[in-house]
Structure formats: structure tokens, C-alpha cells
């Protein structure tokens, strides 16, 4: 009979999760792993698999995370632009910290197709409520009605990559926050 499990699983997802965070997948050993996690090699094994598919699902939880972050973010505010600014700023406050998206785009590229799914799967989600909030802001005058709603909302995210990518190599807040006020200044 097997022993039941002993520790949190989540927990320990999100402790894998900042080691990815700060290491990459290729940066991360299986000891640095458990010992982060707290559990055994066969432990981390019987409950997540191999290293590659703890990191799909440390990517897809950190993924989902932020997908929710930004959400709250944008949803914030009377006008949709406020909303949008919001979660700008959101991304300027933590853009020092690693962002384990972006980084497994950075490390992987388009070469692991699995990745590459649930990437994709956040990316639709965080465009979708993008472009509707987009929308929003152009009925209500604040966004220009010539740009199409589906490109804004691309380099929107595009935009947030280049944020957290210039936060993590050491661009001081007013930087960022002129990259933000940038990119909002090019929806008017």
C-alpha cells in the first residue's frame, strides 16, 4: 500500500516556482529543487513527474497567477484606460523580480511545443481581456478608434515583456515608468 503524501503539493509547486523564477529550467538542479520544495527526490517524481514536467506546471501556475494579477489590474479604475494603466504599473512595481513567462519564452523559445501550449493558452487569455478593455477605452474617447483592438492588446504585451525584461537587468523605476507612459501615450 502506497504512503500518503506528506507534504502540500501546492506549496511546494510554489516553491519550485521561484527557483525556476530565479534559475531557468537549465539553471535549476533537482537538489536545489528539493531542497527549496522540502520533500525527497522520489517525492517530487511521484507527485510531479520529471524535472520538465514540474517546470510545465510551475509556468503554467506562475502563468495563471499573473494572468489573474493582471486581470484585478485592469478590471481597477472608472475608465478602461485606467484600468490598463493599472496594470502597467503593476508590471513597473514587480519588474525586478524574474517573471517566469517571460523567461521560459527567453530560454525555450518556440522549441518545446508543450511549453509553447500553455504560453499560448495565457497569452489568448490575457489578449482577450486586453482587447475587450481596449474596446472599452476607445467608446469611451480614450484609446484611438483607428488602431485595430487585437494589435493594441499585442503590444500591449509586448510591451509588459520589454518592462520586466528592463527591470531585470537593473532599469530604475522612473525608466520603467516612462516605458509605461510610453506605451499608453501610443494608443491616444
Not at 72 to 83: D, K, M, T, V
Not at 124 to 141: F, K, M, T, V
Not at 174 to 186: G, P, Q, V, W, Y
Request: proline share 2%.
Amino acid at each position: 500500500m502506497a504512503r500518503p503524501r506528506e507534504f502540500d503539493a501546492e506549496l511546494a509547486l510554489d516553491a519550485a516556482i521561484s527557483v525556476f523564477r530565479e534559475h531557468g529550467y537549465e539553471g535549476s538542479s533537482a537538489q536545489m529543487l528539493v531542497d527549496a520544495m522540502g520533500i525527497g527526490r522520489q517525492s517530487l517524481y511521484a507527485a510531479f513527474g520529471d524535472k520538465w514536467q514540474l517546470y510545465r506546471s510551475a509556468v503554467g501556475r506562475y502563468g495563471m497567477g499573473e494572468c489573474a494579477a493582471h486581470l484585478e489590474a485592469i478590471r481597477s479604475g472608472g475608465r478602461a484606460i485606467n484600468g490598463i494603466d493599472a496594470m502597467l504599473r503593476r508590471v513597473v512595481e514587480t519588474a525586478s523580480q524574474p517573471c517566469l513567462g517571460v523567461s521560459s519564452i527567453c530560454e525555450f523559445g518556440a522549441s518545446r511545443p508543450d511549453l509553447m501550449e500553455i504560453n499560448a493558452l495565457l497569452a489568448r487569455s490575457l489578449h482577450a481581456i486586453l482587447a475587450g478593455r481596449i474596446r472599452n477605452a476607445q467608446r469611451e474617447g480614450d484609446v484611438a478608434t483607428g488602431i485595430d483592438p487585437d494589435t493594441i492588446a499585442e503590444f500591449l504585451i509586448a510591451n509588459i515583456a520589454g518592462i520586466r525584461v528592463a527591470g531585470r537587468s537593473g532599469a530604475d523605476r522612473a525608466t520603467l515608468n516612462s516605458l509605461a507612459d510610453m506605451a499608453l501615450r501610443a494608443l491616444r
